[in-house]
């Protein structure tokens, strides 16, 4: 099943899936409808560009409240 999907370098992804982090601060403007759930991906590498990826781990589900 496919997940709006967010990267989050390490050790981040692991802080907003304990709760730690509940605010996530990013350069660009998310799309209007991004509510409802949220798979949070952690990754070692910070990706720069559209279109770079990297071999992350799934570490949450979260639920968007606001934008």
């Given at each position: ?61 979260v ?5």
């Amino acid at each position: 099943m496919p997940h709006k999907t967010l990267s989050i370098v390490h050790p981040n992804g692991t802080r907003i899936a304990n709760g730690e982090k509940t605010i996530e601060v990013r350069r660009w403007l998310p799309p209007a409808d991004l509510t409802g759930n949220l798979l949070i991906v952690e990754n070692k590498n910070f990706l720069f560009k559209e279109g770079e990826t990297d071999i992350g781990i799934p570490v949450a589900i979260v639920k968007i409240k606001s934008v």
